[in-house]
Antibody, heavy 119, light 110 residues
Framework: QVQLVESGGGVVQPGRSLTLSCAAS????????MHWVRQAPGKGLEWLAV????????YYAKSVKGRLSISRDNSKSLLYLSMNSLTTEDTAIYYC????????????WGQGTLVSVSS | QSVLTQPPSAPGTPGQRVTISCSGS????????VFWYQQLPGTAPKLLIY???ERPSGVPNRFSGSKSGTSASLAISGLRSEDEGNYYC???????????FGGGTKVTVL
């Protein structure tokens, strides 16, 4: 069955950097575009970034452009999100998501990893 | 402030029909598909409606979506206690070159 397992979250100090990982299984990872979406505690959803199935196309939300970098390793079925210059406003659950080529929507979401930015 | 506008809450009684609105603009809902996601307490969001009014397999036909112009709506008929949670609309936004969400609507079964 499809599985997306995010990791790499935790408590980090303001101004530091962090890289999140998403391990995919149960589907042909290299055939799907992948997204990251986050959710601050008690708040709504915020789209962050997308990467094409072969890694050649990347797009970012304007609110985070320049601080975030999305990448993937299709040989290992891994998706990454690197974040720098973290602030308290980056505190959130970060979800990796499969983009459905049929539905054209966010087909399947991982359980998320919590990032807490605090001194 | 979310790009797409949803009411913060939508209460209902068991068996009732509840409708959630989602308002946008020509750069998002007006020219793109609308999607709805259901987030039950303590869980990750799940795709509920895609391409305005299509249901993924396994989603009950009690859930239906519609779109008109720059607005969309989600209807839940025969409301059940297990429907309690937050519902989000989403669409691509051509002006922002990305995806936007509504602020979410909390459905409460009284």
């Amino acid at each position: 069955q499809v599985q997306l397992v995010e990791s790499g979250g935790g408590v980090v100090q303001p101004g530091r950097s962090l890289t999140l990982s998403c391990a995919a299984s149960g589907f042909t990872f290299g055939s799907f575009d992948m997204h990251w979406v986050r959710q601050a505690p008690g708040k709504g959803l915020e789209w962050l970034a997308v990467i094409g199935h072969n890694g050649s196309n990347k797009y970012y939300a304007k609110s985070v452009k320049g601080r975030l970098s999305i990448s993937r390793d299709n040989s290992k079925s891994l998706l990454y999100l690197s974040m720098n210059s973290l602030t308290t406003e980056d505190t959130a659950i970060y979800y990796c998501i499969i983009y459905g080529s049929g539905t054209l929507g966010f087909d399947y979401w991982g359980q998320g990893t919590l990032v807490s930015v605090s001194s | 402030q979310s790009v797409l506008t949803q009411p913060p809450s939508a209460p209902g009684t068991p068996g009732q029909r509840v409708t959630i609105s989602c308002s946008g603009s020509s750069s998002n809902i007006g020219n793109n598909y609308v999607f709805w996601y259901q987030q039950l307490p303590g869980t990750a969001p799940k795709l509920l409606i895609y391409r305005n009014n299509e249901r993924p397999s396994g989603v009950p036909n009690r859930f239906s979506g519609s779109k008109s112009g720059t607005s969309a709506s989600l209807a839940i008929s025969g409301l059940r206690s297990e429907d309690e949670g937050n519902y989000y609309c989403a669409a691509r936004d051509d002006g922002l070159s990305g995806w936007v969400f509504g602020g979410g609507t909390k459905v409460t079964v009284l």
